[in-house]
Protein backbone atom coordinates (compact mmCIF):
# COMPACT_ATOMS: atom_id res chain seq x y z
CA UNK A 1 0.00 0.00 0.00
CA UNK A 2 1.72 3.13 -1.01
CA UNK A 3 2.03 6.14 1.62
CA UNK A 4 -0.85 7.96 1.77
CA UNK A 5 -0.42 11.82 0.84
CA UNK A 6 0.67 15.08 3.04
CA UNK A 7 -2.70 16.29 3.16
CA UNK A 8 -5.25 14.76 4.35
CA UNK A 9 -9.16 14.69 2.84
CA UNK A 10 -12.04 15.51 5.15
CA UNK A 11 -11.75 12.58 7.78
CA UNK A 12 -15.62 11.65 9.18
CA UNK A 13 -14.03 9.97 11.94
CA UNK A 14 -11.76 12.48 13.30
CA UNK A 15 -14.35 15.15 13.23
CA UNK A 16 -16.87 12.73 15.64
CA UNK A 17 -13.73 11.93 17.92
CA UNK A 18 -12.26 15.74 18.34
CA UNK A 19 -16.25 16.26 19.32
CA UNK A 20 -15.64 13.77 22.15
CA UNK A 21 -11.75 15.54 23.09
CA UNK A 22 -10.11 13.41 21.04
CA UNK A 23 -8.30 15.74 18.72
CA UNK A 24 -5.39 13.69 17.56
CA UNK A 25 -6.77 10.54 16.39
CA UNK A 26 -4.91 8.82 13.78
CA UNK A 27 -5.82 10.34 10.21
CA UNK A 28 -6.33 7.70 7.08
CA UNK A 29 -3.39 9.15 6.00
CA UNK A 30 -1.35 8.41 9.19
CA UNK A 31 -2.70 4.69 8.50
CA UNK A 32 -1.78 4.45 5.08
CA UNK A 33 1.86 5.61 5.93
CA UNK A 34 1.86 3.35 9.13
CA UNK A 35 0.56 0.59 6.91
CA UNK A 36 3.28 0.84 4.35
CA UNK A 37 6.04 0.94 6.93
CA UNK A 38 5.14 -2.51 8.78
CA UNK A 39 4.35 -3.99 5.23
CA UNK A 40 7.95 -3.53 4.43
CA UNK A 41 8.70 -4.21 7.90
CA UNK A 42 7.19 -7.36 7.81
CA UNK A 43 8.87 -8.13 4.77
CA UNK A 44 12.22 -8.75 6.30
CA UNK A 45 10.80 -11.42 8.84
CA UNK A 46 9.77 -15.07 8.16
CA UNK A 47 5.69 -13.98 7.81
CA UNK A 48 3.98 -15.66 5.17
CA UNK A 49 4.08 -14.09 2.02
CA UNK A 50 0.31 -14.38 1.46
CA UNK A 51 -0.19 -12.39 5.00
CA UNK A 52 2.25 -9.86 3.73
CA UNK A 53 0.51 -9.30 0.65
CA UNK A 54 -3.16 -9.15 1.65
CA UNK A 55 -2.01 -6.58 4.48
CA UNK A 56 -0.70 -4.38 1.85
CA UNK A 57 -3.91 -4.42 -0.57
CA UNK A 58 -5.96 -3.35 2.85
CA UNK A 59 -7.61 0.23 2.58
CA UNK A 60 -9.86 2.10 4.69
CA UNK A 61 -13.25 0.29 3.28
CA UNK A 62 -11.80 -3.01 2.96
CA UNK A 63 -9.74 -5.93 4.30
CA UNK A 64 -7.15 -7.54 1.92
CA UNK A 65 -7.20 -10.68 4.13
CA UNK A 66 -10.13 -13.45 4.41
CA UNK A 67 -10.10 -12.78 8.57
CA UNK A 68 -8.53 -9.35 9.60
CA UNK A 69 -5.46 -9.22 11.40
CA UNK A 70 -5.37 -6.97 15.17
CA UNK A 71 -1.70 -5.91 13.55
CA UNK A 72 -3.06 -3.83 10.15
CA UNK A 73 -3.52 -0.75 10.97
CA UNK A 74 -6.56 -0.47 8.39
CA UNK A 75 -8.27 -2.69 10.15
CA UNK A 76 -7.51 -1.19 13.75
CA UNK A 77 -8.83 2.23 12.93
CA UNK A 78 -12.19 1.16 11.73
CA UNK A 79 -12.57 -1.11 14.59
CA UNK A 80 -11.79 1.29 17.19
CA UNK A 81 -12.72 4.57 15.26
CA UNK A 82 -16.66 3.23 16.35
CA UNK A 83 -15.77 1.68 19.19
CA UNK A 84 -14.22 4.66 21.23
CA UNK A 85 -17.46 7.13 21.07
CA UNK A 86 -19.59 3.98 21.67
CA UNK A 87 -17.73 3.08 25.04
CA UNK A 88 -17.81 6.29 26.13
CA UNK A 89 -21.73 6.58 25.58
CA UNK A 90 -21.87 3.18 27.41
CA UNK A 91 -19.31 3.79 30.45
CA UNK A 92 -20.92 7.34 31.11
CA UNK A 93 -24.36 5.84 31.19
CA UNK A 94 -23.81 3.77 33.83
CA UNK A 95 -23.97 4.54 37.66
CA UNK A 96 -21.08 5.12 39.97
CA UNK A 97 -16.89 6.40 39.36
CA UNK A 98 -15.23 6.39 36.18
CA UNK A 99 -12.10 5.00 36.67
CA UNK A 100 -9.24 4.06 34.52
CA UNK A 101 -7.17 0.90 36.08
CA UNK A 102 -3.94 -0.31 34.60
CA UNK A 103 -2.80 -3.90 35.68
CA UNK A 104 0.89 -5.35 34.84
CA UNK A 105 0.93 -8.78 36.34
CA UNK A 106 4.17 -10.43 37.57
CA UNK A 107 2.71 -13.29 35.49
CA UNK A 108 1.94 -11.72 32.37
CA UNK A 109 6.31 -11.13 32.22
CA UNK A 110 7.90 -13.59 29.41
CA UNK A 111 11.72 -14.07 28.28
CA UNK A 112 12.40 -11.82 25.21
CA UNK A 113 13.45 -14.90 23.11
CA UNK A 114 10.01 -16.29 24.03
CA UNK A 115 8.14 -13.42 21.98
CA UNK A 116 4.83 -11.37 23.44
CA UNK A 117 2.64 -14.20 22.09
CA UNK A 118 4.23 -16.55 25.20
CA UNK A 119 1.85 -14.83 26.67
CA UNK A 120 -1.56 -15.74 26.94
CA UNK A 121 -4.61 -13.85 26.05
CA UNK A 122 -7.16 -16.01 27.07
CA UNK A 123 -5.71 -16.41 30.58
CA UNK A 124 -5.58 -12.69 30.82
CA UNK A 125 -9.04 -12.65 30.38
CA UNK A 126 -9.64 -15.31 32.38
CA UNK A 127 -8.04 -13.86 35.38
CA UNK A 128 -9.86 -10.07 34.25
CA UNK A 129 -13.20 -12.28 34.78
CA UNK A 130 -12.47 -13.94 38.05
CA UNK A 131 -11.64 -10.45 39.70
CA UNK A 132 -15.12 -8.92 38.28
CA UNK A 133 -16.47 -11.64 39.09
CA UNK A 134 -14.78 -11.62 43.38
CA UNK A 135 -15.98 -7.74 42.84
CA UNK A 136 -19.42 -8.72 42.29
CA UNK A 137 -19.30 -11.56 44.65
CA UNK A 138 -18.60 -8.86 47.79
CA UNK A 139 -20.21 -5.80 46.89
CA UNK A 140 -23.19 -6.89 45.00
CA UNK A 141 -22.13 -4.54 42.22
CA UNK A 142 -21.85 -5.55 38.30
CA UNK A 143 -19.38 -2.88 36.82
CA UNK A 144 -18.98 -2.00 32.94
CA UNK A 145 -15.21 -2.37 31.75
CA UNK A 146 -13.87 -1.50 28.55
CA UNK A 147 -10.54 -2.05 27.14
CA UNK A 148 -7.34 -4.13 26.33
CA UNK A 149 -4.50 -6.10 26.74
CA UNK A 150 -0.85 -4.89 25.23
CA UNK A 151 2.26 -5.71 25.70
CA UNK A 152 5.96 -3.57 26.09
CA UNK A 153 9.29 -4.33 26.40
CA UNK A 154 11.34 -4.12 29.38
CA UNK A 155 14.87 -3.56 29.75
CA UNK A 156 16.37 -3.62 33.57
CA UNK A 157 18.95 -2.21 34.86
CA UNK A 158 21.17 -5.70 33.65
CA UNK A 159 19.92 -5.03 30.22
CA UNK A 160 17.75 -8.25 30.51
CA UNK A 161 14.83 -7.64 28.64
CA UNK A 162 11.62 -8.85 28.80
CA UNK A 163 8.12 -8.73 27.06
CA UNK A 164 5.50 -7.47 29.69
CA UNK A 165 1.85 -7.75 29.36
CA UNK A 166 -0.70 -5.44 30.92
CA UNK A 167 -4.52 -4.13 30.73
CA UNK A 168 -5.99 -1.02 30.49
CA UNK A 169 -9.49 -0.63 31.23
CA UNK A 170 -12.45 1.88 31.41
CA UNK A 171 -14.61 1.03 34.18
CA UNK A 172 -18.05 2.71 36.14
CA UNK A 173 -19.71 1.43 38.55
CA UNK A 174 -16.76 0.22 41.17
CA UNK A 175 -14.93 2.43 43.40
CA UNK A 176 -11.19 2.34 43.63
CA UNK A 177 -10.83 0.55 46.63
CA UNK A 178 -13.13 -2.53 45.43
CA UNK A 179 -11.39 -2.24 41.75
CA UNK A 180 -7.60 -2.98 44.29
CA UNK A 181 -9.59 -5.36 46.04
CA UNK A 182 -10.68 -7.31 43.12
CA UNK A 183 -7.69 -6.42 40.52
CA UNK A 184 -4.60 -6.52 43.08
CA UNK A 185 -1.66 -8.61 42.40
CA UNK A 186 -1.39 -9.96 46.32
CA UNK A 187 1.71 -10.88 48.60
CA UNK A 188 2.06 -14.18 46.80
CA UNK A 189 3.87 -12.47 44.28
CA UNK A 190 7.31 -11.05 45.19
CA UNK A 191 7.54 -8.03 43.83
CA UNK A 192 10.79 -5.27 44.15
CA UNK A 193 10.05 -2.34 46.30
CA UNK A 194 9.68 0.14 43.30
CA UNK A 195 7.28 -1.73 41.55
CA UNK A 196 3.59 -0.72 41.35
CA UNK A 197 1.50 -3.54 39.53
CA UNK A 198 -1.76 -2.16 39.95
CA UNK A 199 -2.82 1.65 39.28
CA UNK A 200 -6.07 3.17 39.36
CA UNK A 201 -6.50 6.49 38.04
CA UNK A 202 -9.50 8.77 37.66
CA UNK A 203 -11.00 9.74 33.98
CA UNK A 204 -10.83 13.19 32.97
CA UNK A 205 -12.29 12.72 29.32
CA UNK A 206 -13.41 9.15 28.88
CA UNK A 207 -12.90 9.49 24.97
CA UNK A 208 -8.89 9.75 25.58
CA UNK A 209 -8.67 7.43 27.79
CA UNK A 210 -10.52 5.14 26.13
CA UNK A 211 -8.69 5.35 23.03
CA UNK A 212 -5.00 5.28 25.17
CA UNK A 213 -6.88 2.16 26.55
CA UNK A 214 -7.55 0.73 23.00
CA UNK A 215 -4.11 1.26 21.87
CA UNK A 216 -2.00 -0.32 19.16
CA UNK A 217 1.15 0.40 19.67
CA UNK A 218 3.86 -0.71 21.87
CA UNK A 219 7.04 0.92 23.76
CA UNK A 220 10.68 -0.08 25.32
CA UNK A 221 10.70 1.04 29.01
CA UNK A 222 14.58 0.97 30.07
CA UNK A 223 15.16 0.78 33.61
CA UNK A 224 17.46 3.55 35.06
CA UNK A 225 18.81 4.60 38.57
CA UNK A 226 17.27 8.76 38.73
CA UNK A 227 19.63 11.15 41.01
CA UNK A 228 17.09 9.85 44.63
CA UNK A 229 18.55 6.25 43.97
CA UNK A 230 15.37 5.02 43.50
CA UNK A 231 15.07 3.43 39.77
CA UNK A 232 13.02 4.89 36.85
CA UNK A 233 12.26 4.16 33.42
CA UNK A 234 12.63 5.59 30.33
CA UNK A 235 9.73 5.48 27.37
CA UNK A 236 11.12 4.56 24.19
CA UNK A 237 9.88 3.67 20.71
CA UNK A 238 10.92 -0.06 19.87
CA UNK A 239 13.64 -0.16 17.67
CA UNK A 240 13.38 -2.05 13.81
CA UNK A 241 13.75 -5.51 15.25
CA UNK A 242 11.39 -5.09 17.87
CA UNK A 243 8.59 -3.52 16.26
CA UNK A 244 8.86 -6.52 13.56
CA UNK A 245 8.27 -9.14 16.39
CA UNK A 246 5.80 -7.12 17.40
CA UNK A 247 3.98 -6.16 14.51
CA UNK A 248 4.43 -10.00 13.45
CA UNK A 249 2.02 -10.76 16.89
CA UNK A 250 0.09 -8.54 16.48
CA UNK A 251 -0.85 -9.91 12.77
CA UNK A 252 -1.35 -13.64 14.20
CA UNK A 253 -4.09 -12.22 15.82
CA UNK A 254 -7.61 -11.64 15.03
CA UNK A 255 -9.12 -8.42 14.96
CA UNK A 256 -10.39 -7.51 18.27
CA UNK A 257 -8.96 -10.77 20.40
CA UNK A 258 -6.88 -8.42 22.41
CA UNK A 259 -10.30 -6.68 23.45
CA UNK A 260 -11.70 -6.84 27.06
CA UNK A 261 -15.38 -6.64 27.87
CA UNK A 262 -17.24 -7.05 31.52
CA UNK A 263 -20.76 -6.18 31.47
CA UNK A 264 -20.93 -5.64 27.96
CA UNK A 265 -20.62 -7.14 24.60
CA UNK A 266 -19.96 -6.40 20.79
CA UNK A 267 -23.35 -7.19 18.68
CA UNK A 268 -23.17 -6.62 14.86
CA UNK A 269 -20.73 -3.83 15.03
CA UNK A 270 -22.32 -2.31 18.26
CA UNK A 271 -21.29 -2.22 22.06
CA UNK A 272 -24.05 -2.93 23.68
CA UNK A 273 -24.46 -3.87 27.79
CA UNK A 274 -25.63 -6.88 29.09
CA UNK A 275 -26.01 -6.07 32.78
CA UNK A 276 -29.76 -6.70 33.48
Not at 100 to 105: I, K, Q, R
Not at 138 to 149: E, H
Request: glycine share 8%.
Amino acid sequence: MPPGSSIDPPDAACERLAALGLDNFETAADVARRQHAMVRGLARTDAPPNLIRGLGQCTPEACGLRRCRDGCHEAQRRLRAPLIPQADTLVRAQPGPLLAPTLVHPLWEVPYEAGPGAVSIPAVKQHVKRAFMRLTTRTGKRPTAVGAFEVCLNCDLAGTKTWAGQIHLIVAGATRDELHAALGVGARYPLPPYAKPLVVEEVGNTARQQAYALKRFAEQRIAYLGKNGRQARNHLPLDGHDQRTFDRWLSELTLGERLILVGCKRLNGRLVSVLP
